[in-house]
């Protein structure tokens, strides 16, 4: 290493939406932005999480100085349980921020051992390579920080997830005056978020969907139902609002739903009226006309609040004919059938719903004017875009160069790929381990991949189990073989299949003069897999068990 | 059954997309229209199709006139392999159709034993009990028809899938002056799709996508891949006058293009110069100026050539930088991941890449005013809007209202429930077998409920295999028990807990006094289920084997 270096890459947020974790390297300090987790899709059997590979940190965790979050969305968050359990490091991040950390940390029985600092836009870290402050962001969840590293070579930005948004709910504005003032004099590299990076022209604001709930709410004869993600705190403000001025109450259902409000009253960032909050059984003496339920679902989650509705499990509430169900959220992509599933049972159910292209929602992210804003703004030498799919990182690059960024300075890195600071000139040579790591159920524990393989063969072909007893002093079999089969076929209608197995069985291991049980059970495996993949184009698993007595 | 009985009844396509299964009973005569599959989800764990279940039909196999095929879609025809080694049933279908049925029925070996009858639009078929005939409809495939059933009680009109293009490719416009004239005395029935029953307007025309592929191809520098439905034939015709007309040559690539586009040609859909077409190894002397390739793999298919393609799995062909790569289709709801990860991989290579809202592709289902059309057209006494999810299904009984169908009179089904006529007027009161029956791999048989629900275990948690040997006369263990764990946990890491496991095995069997196999096996799983329970929060298969010596 040599005199103030500085490097930075990425653990996790490249190439993908999800699990963001970026790093900063200013000589022998370590800086964390973000510790988020990603859902993991089906083809990861039995996986429920995939959070970043940590083994480079937990090599260097003597000059890790700071977990700084910029907001408290799941992909920024959501590893934290999981990556405080090996290693040990203080987490920074506001008010609201340190809120949900906080409920997921009490979840994991993490939070006594943690040390949490809170900070603002105001906040300065000294630390004794550089200086930290912040800038306020907006985005679709409260109290969004940006991050500006003073370090010796320049100062470095990273923009947290971010729009631009001139007409606010709750005066949570991007503080473009300070925004211009970072960049007045330009900035060595900007770290910056990518996701609607295809999307020409500049995010709605906030202010557009209240506009449009109050009209679907004015419009409403019965109950209405909201759903919309719990974080969400400013679309919720404007659901209160709409439940206030059409004179009905709000029942919260779903626990996040519950916990997110809770956290969002205690911490200021969410007016809601004494009295207006009602629970599910005092919801059930007044008139339909009366109610609103905000819930939980709006990905079509099965086993939320608006999908248990839907199909009719919610036992003390119903959604009845000329009930409004209002979605005031967009499928994230790959979640398009659960929600297609749930809109349908809804309809079953004789529910007005209001879903699609209603203007219930606005991208928290900034679309290509947004993204060129910041650009403008900040005047980097070197652009590092993240936060997205490599078609995102791409058109980032595009949208670089047409407001001045020289092309060859913007690096679309993978994860792990390092970006190299020498006398403020950068490079790109090295890299770092980066990866998934498998989390199965939260907090249990890590999946290997060989388990992932075994699932992979058992669903989609099952097993065989081989049972054959032997003479432990010739080798020779003692009954006929026991074959049982799971996932594979049914037993019961596919005797011949099997007896064909038993004999095929037998005399594979009738070459054997001594209980030599690997080699039998090798025969088996090759004798039994040749034959099933000839008759059925089938591969399950087979397992020779050979008991020598 | 009374004297001139009539029912109508779908065995699939009722809230849902696929498996098109519809049925007209006209007093002893069945007949059956379409005969679909659809693709598994990741859900059906080693299921690779979905088709209707038949039982009802192979119980009154007898009384089955005619299989009648409106198109040759995968959804319309996918099932008839399956189904004729169930039903032997002549097949009626038009000139195009047919030869997309035989190339399937050829792969499955059955083409030998099934009666094929060609039919046109202007054909009629006279049956006991009715007459059938056929108006010409358009689609985003050749050769369409839509069906009129001629019954005592009146007219029952089948649509098809359809739109109606004014100025379509190739001459193959909806009929509207036959249509107008089945129509002018009003019919007794229409059973009309209702895929885009959610969309507002006119489906724009075929046209629209030849204008914007002959732009594309003239900026193109090097060479263009472009991906379609290979049974997209005018689209197809279009791309070949693109390329003929940018003076480039057309690689085929992916087999089921190749397949199809010589059916196309063969019975004369399809007019490509001779030598326009060469083959890969050719298409490597050539100039990349002078390329097209149209492959497969436009729903992203990891096995397909555009997915090959991007991955550079493609061993004679590859994309490279500033080469356009097109998407000539919409993902299907379902694939869109899929289809992003192709399209990233593409990028990465460098290319080009033309998708989404590029006006590259136009839906071949008729949006609001095509259903209205339709409706006006036909001036149905009742509606049965069939192929779509329910809300869709929900939307066309609204369109249907607005232009003056009773909203009584509009029959939303599920698969199985039956409308009967008696003397003209409709009701539904009974339901006939339907469901859905699961096919692993396209021919090797069905898939049972119960072997799926094993996957699905196996797929979540793994198992556990537990051989316990003992003594034939009092049951006690003769050794310590084998534990054999897979997609489980990986047993090098998991040595206390297996243990913990073995002892729990021992003390389960201890109270036993005899070889009690069955008893023992029945503790041994809810000993070790319960404790993996609590430790893991997971549920393995438990597989006890107790050997009695």
Redesign the interface.
């Known amino acids: 290493m040599t005199e103030s270096s500085l490097a930075i890459y990425a653990l996790g947020g490249m190439?993908e939406i999800g699990k963001n974790m970026y790093v900063i390297e200013c000589e022998e300090d370590i800086f964390i932005i973000d510790c988020g987790a990603k859902f993991a899709?089906?083809?990861l059997?039995?996986v429920d999480l995939i959070v970043p590979d940590i083994t480079y940190l937990q090599q260097h965790q003597d000059r890790i100085r700071a977990l700084i979050v910029t907001h408290g969305h799941e992909d920024h968050i959501g590893g934290i349980p999981y990556v405080l359990q090996r290693l040990n490091v203080p987490i920074y991040a506001s008010h609201f921020t340190l809120g949900l950390i906080e409920l997921k940390l009490k979840e994991h029985k993490l939070l006594r051992d943690t040390q949490l600092i809170e900070i603002d836009e105001n906040s300065s870290l000294q630390f004794t390579t550089s200086t930290i402050s912040f800038f306020q962001i907006n985005h679709s969840i409260p109290d969004c920080l940006g991050i500006v590293f003073h370090t010796a070579q320049g100062k470095i930005v990273h923009t947290g997830d971010f729009k631009f948004d001139f007409t606010p709910v709750n005066d949570s504005a991007s503080d473009i005056h300070k925004m211009a003032a970072i960049g007045e004099q330009g900035i060595l590299a900007l770290i910056s978020e990518s996701t609607n990076a295809?999307r020409p022209g500049m995010t709605p604001s906030e202010q557009l969907v209240g506009d449009n709930l109050k009209d679907a709410f004015t419009k409403a004869t019965n109950k209405i139902f909201i759903t919309t993600f719990a974080s969400n705190v400013n679309r919720i403000q404007q659901i209160v609002e709409a439940t206030i001025e059409t004179n009905r109450r709000l029942v919260l259902l779903g626990r996040s739903m519950v916990n997110v409000v809770s956290v969002a009253i205690e911490r200021g960032y969410l007016r809601i009226p004494h009295r207006l909050l009602v629970d599910v059984r005092e919801a059930q003496h007044l008139a339909p006309e009366q109610v609103v339920v905000l819930c939980t679902g709006s990905q079509g989650e099965p086993l939320a609040a608006l999908a248990r509705l839907a199909s009719g499990r919610q036992r003390d509430l119903q959604v009845h004919p000329d009930d409004t169900v209002i979605f005031a959220t967009s499928p994230i992509?790959?979640n398009?059938?659960n929600v297609?599933k749930v809109?349908?049972?809804l309809?079953?159910l004789g529910a007005n719903?209001i879903y699609?292209s209603a203007g219930m929602h606005v991208s928290g992210h900034g679309y290509q004017e947004d993204l060129k804003l910041m650009l403008t703004l900040m005047k980097p030498k070197y652009l590092i875009p993240i936060h997205g799919?490599?078609?995102m990182l791409?058109k980032h690059r595009e949208l670089a160069k047409s407001v001045g960024v020289e092309g060859n300075n913007v690096f679309i890195l993978k994860n792990g790929e390092v970006v190299d600071f020498i006398h403020s000139a950068a490079q790109q040579t090295r890299t770092v381990q980066a990866g998934e790591t498998y989390v199965?159920?939260v907090g249990?524990g890590e999946v290997?991949n060989?388990?992932?393989r075994?699932?992979?063969q058992?669903?989609?072909?099952?097993?065989l189990?081989i049972?054959l007893?032997i003479n432990q002093e010739n080798g020779q079999p003692?009954a006929s073989p026991?074959t049982?089969s799971?996932?594979?076929?049914?037993a019961k209608?596919a005797e011949g299949l099997l007896l064909e197995i038993n004999d095929l069985v037998l005399s594979s291991v009738q070459p054997f003069k001594d209980a030599n049980t690997r080699g039998m059970q090798h025969a088996i495996k090759k004798a039994v897999g040749q034959y099933i993949f000839t008759a059925?184009?089938?591969k399950p698993?087979i397992?020779p068990?050979i008991?020598a007595?």
């Open positions: 190439n899709n089906n083809n059997l039995g295809e992509p790959g398009e059938k297609s809109i349908d049972d309809f079953y719903v699609g799919e490599y078609r791409y199965d159920r249990t290997e060989i388990v992932l075994d699932r992979q058992l669903a989609e072909d099952g097993m189990v049972v007893t003692l026991d049982i799971r996932g594979f076929v049914y209608n059925t184009r089938k698993m397992l068990i008991i007595v």
